[in-house]
């Protein structure tokens, strides 16, 4: 992959670090700090682009990396100090932001229960319906687009988890990733079904290929997930994030599938689809009440974070969904100029 | 699902939804045909409303469809 374009300073300060390889000496000084300090002061961190896609391209090298940078650059302790900035105002944006989910008992069918009731289906616009009935193949194309960020590598956030837990919760999430990863068989793999949908509309299967496309909330989306799975104090949230995810799934998937179907799609294009409308029927009872259930069990102290978890993930889902309807309702495509 | 070790079955009612099936359990249709199992662990539905029965779709959330506790 390539690195994405810079889209403020905060990106143009890390790309001049990242084509070169990480030296000894210090590039970052106090001097620097202050002032990625003061350019991720924003009014809406969630929604800058500059906040976001350079915390991407920080999370990024976690990942898979970038053509042409330095696999130093990983664990360099600049690159943490300066991602711990974007972080802290990420997250004072998501505290003030997402609505506060009710307290409930630290009892695992009360959890999932809680956590169904946050998730339950709800009336109205959604981007789903309009995928079903009206979207035409340009906005079809955009969805695929904006759902490519993450799910090219689909399921890889929530597996930061695995080592932090233990026991049964442990097990269930282990249960979920292995069948998103295709039950030992990589044609089987959800990021491989959704590379085979990309394709099949004519667009590009790599990973990352149309990031300078997408607006902030898009990456926003994906950089929650990595924020709650690659620090171990947020395993709380990472496993509420997965139950609101797969909670909110087999439904709307199938309406996708409807959608793609409605435009003249094959069967090969819309199985990843239809596969999640009936995996995510057992993965929202396997993420709801044995990764989060048991989770509150066996961490009663960790139920505030499940639940803002869940929370913060059925957030971001409306701000993108939202964008996405604005556009496409004001006639604009949901994409960034290319 | 073939190359893993035997696994006695159990199903686990989960409340107000699917029936969880885990382990070597044959599923079969009316005329005794074996019906395709593509995962380890499968849902069936218990609300009558899922469109690909006998797995749940997800449908007895939009129906509230409640189990008798
Ligand atoms: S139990 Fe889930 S669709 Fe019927």
């Known amino acids: 992959m390539k690195l994405p374009a810079p889209r403020g300073p905060l990106g143009a300060s890390l790309t001049d670090l990242l084509v070169h390889p990480p030296r000894d000496t210090d590039d970052v000084d106090d001097a620097v700090l202050s002032r990625w300090r003061d350019a991720a002061t924003v009014a809406d961190p969630v929604t800058d682009d500059d906040v976001q896609l350079t915390l991407w391209t920080l999370y990024a090298l976690h990942y898979r990396g970038f053509e042409g940078v330095d696999d130093a650059w990983e664990w360099d302790p600049d690159l943490l100090r300066l991602r711990r900035v974007l972080e802290n105002a990420f997250e004072a944006a998501l505290r003030h932001q997402v609505p506060a989910p009710t307290a409930t008992a630290a009892e695992r069918e009360a959890v999932a229960a809680a956590l169904f009731a946050m998730t339950a289906p709800a009336p109205g616009p959604s981007v789903a319906r309009y995928v079903s009935r009206s979207a035409d193949a340009t906005q079809a194309e955009e969805f695929l687009i904006h759902r490519s960020l993450y799910t090219l590598m689909e399921a890889d956030p929530h597996t930061w988890a695995v080592p932090r837990l233990s026991g049964a919760p442990k097990a269930a999430l282990v249960e979920v990733q292995a069948d998103e990863y295709g039950g030992g068989r990589p044609d089987r793999m959800h990021s491989a079904l959704f590379a085979r949908t990309m394709r099949g509309a004519g667009l590009v299967d790599e990973y990352g290929y149309y990031v300078d496309r997408l607006p902030a909330v898009t990456i926003a989306a994906l950089n929650l997930m990595s924020l709650f799975g690659l620090h171990r104090r947020w395993r709380g949230a990472i496993a509420g994030h997965l139950a609101a995810f797969e909670m909110t799934s087999s439904l709307p998937n199938r309406l996708y599938g409807d959608g793609f179907r409605r435009l003249g799609h094959d069967a090969g294009t819309t199985d990843y689809f239809d596969e999640h409308v009936e995996a995510d029927a057992v993965h929202e009872q396997i993420a709801g009440r044995d990764l989060a259930g048991r989770l509150a069990e066996q961490e009663p102290e960790l139920v505030g974070d499940i639940l803002f978890g869940a929370a913060a993930c059925l957030y971001l889902d409306e701000l993108v969904g939202r964008h996405l309807l604005d556009a496409w309702s004001a006639g604009t495509s949901s994409l960034r100029a290319a | ?69």
């Not at chain 2, 009316?30 to 849902?43: F, H, L, Q, W």
């Not at chain 2, 609300?47 to 509230?64: E, L, M, N, Y």
């Open chain 2, 1 to 69: 699902m073939t190359g893993h070790a035997p696994q006695p079955a159990t199903i686990e009612a989960c409340p107000n939804g699917p029936l969880l099936v885990r382990g070597d359990v044959e599923l079969v249709d009316s005329d005794g045909n074996p019906i395709e199992r593509r995962r380890r662990t499968v849902a069936l539905c218990r609300c009558g409303t899922s469109a690909i029965a006998p797995f749940c779709d997800g449908s007895h959330k939009a129906i509230g469809f409640v189990t008798p506790s």
